[in-house]
């Protein structure tokens, strides 16, 4: 899951996305308002958490656009500013949670999960796809009740994959949650990942269709009355 971090303290901007990355996300750092709404008008994110006070363009401001072009990416606000007002105020504007600086890391990370569950309209934590499972909460994947040995890139692909089963994710979809900014990565290279996830899923109850001008679905395989 890719996610765009728009803070203007670097400190605190180096140390959160250290965290985010060794939760297994892929983190975009920007710090300022500017560059944030160009980011987001011509990159796919899967969440953003925005600062509030940011210079070239504020976050309010940023919220603003987001939400005026229909885009309905999560958004976790993330401001020294506790009042009742301002909390209320950015929920009406858009926003989908809200945190106070100081936080605690843990919470941060459960809230962003929420969110990212909420966004693919999943409510219970393990996901299924057949005898696959996947725990959002720990990012770990078993297969027939064992646990599933993946590469990071792997296990990126295939959590976006069943977090949208059912659905049609296209190539270019699947390559910009996997790799940030400062990759210059051809879409070609999930055709990699994928193959290597088919190997490792061809005697299981999941399997990985490609729809050919399309993309890629995960879905359960069916036996048929003979039992193939």
């Known amino acids: 899951m890719r996610i765009l971090l728009v803070e203007d303290n670097k400190t605190l901007a180096d140390w959160l996305g250290?965290?985010?990355?060794?939760?297994?996300?892929?983190?975009?750092?920007?710090?300022?308002?500017?560059?944030?709404?160009?980011?987001?008008?011509?990159?796919?994110?899967?969440?953003?958490?925005?600062?509030?006070?940011?210079?070239?363009?504020?976050?309010?401001?940023?919220?603003?656009?987001?939400?005026?072009?229909?885009?309905?990416?999560?958004?976790?606000?993330?401001?020294?500013?506790?009042?009742?007002?301002?909390?209320?105020?950015?929920l009406d504007h858009g926003a989908d949670d809200y945190m106070v600086k100081p936080f605690?890391?843990?919470?941060?990370?459960?809230?962003?999960?929420?969110?990212?569950?909420?966004?693919?309209?999943?409510?219970?934590?393990?996901?299924?796809?057949?005898?696959?499972?996947?725990?959002?909460?720990?990012?770990?994947?078993?297969?027939?009740?064992?646990?599933?040995?993946?590469?990071?890139?792997?296990?990126?692909?295939?959590?976006?994959?069943?977090?949208k089963i059912g659905s049609t994710v296209p190539k270019q979809t699947l390559a910009q949650s996997l790799f940030s900014m400062d990759n210059d990565v051809s879409p070609d290279a999930i055709e990699i990942y994928v193959h290597r996830l088919r190997k490792k899923l061809e005697k299981s109850a999941a399997s990985i269709v490609t729809l050919r001008g399309f993309g890629y679905l995960l879905r359960e395989v069916v036996p048929d009355a003979a039992g193939h």
């Open 18 to 90: 250290r965290t985010l990355r060794k939760e297994r996300y892929t983190v975009d750092w920007l710090d300022n308002g500017a560059d944030a709404d160009f980011a987001l008008r011509s990159e796919r994110y899967n969440l953003v958490i925005l600062d509030l006070a940011l210079p070239k363009l504020g976050g309010n401001e940023v919220l603003k656009r987001l939400r005026a072009r229909h885009d309905s990416t999560p958004v976790m606000i993330l401001t020294a500013d506790n009042t009742m007002h301002s909390r209320v105020s950015k």
């Open 104 to 163: 605690d890391v843990q919470e941060l990370e459960a809230r962003i999960r929420v969110l990212l569950r909420r966004a693919s309209n999943i409510s219970n934590p393990l996901v299924t796809c057949g005898d696959l499972c996947f725990d959002t909460n720990t990012k770990a994947f078993t297969l027939a009740d064992e646990p599933l040995s993946l590469t990071p890139r792997e296990r990126a692909v295939l959590e976006l994959l069943i977090l």
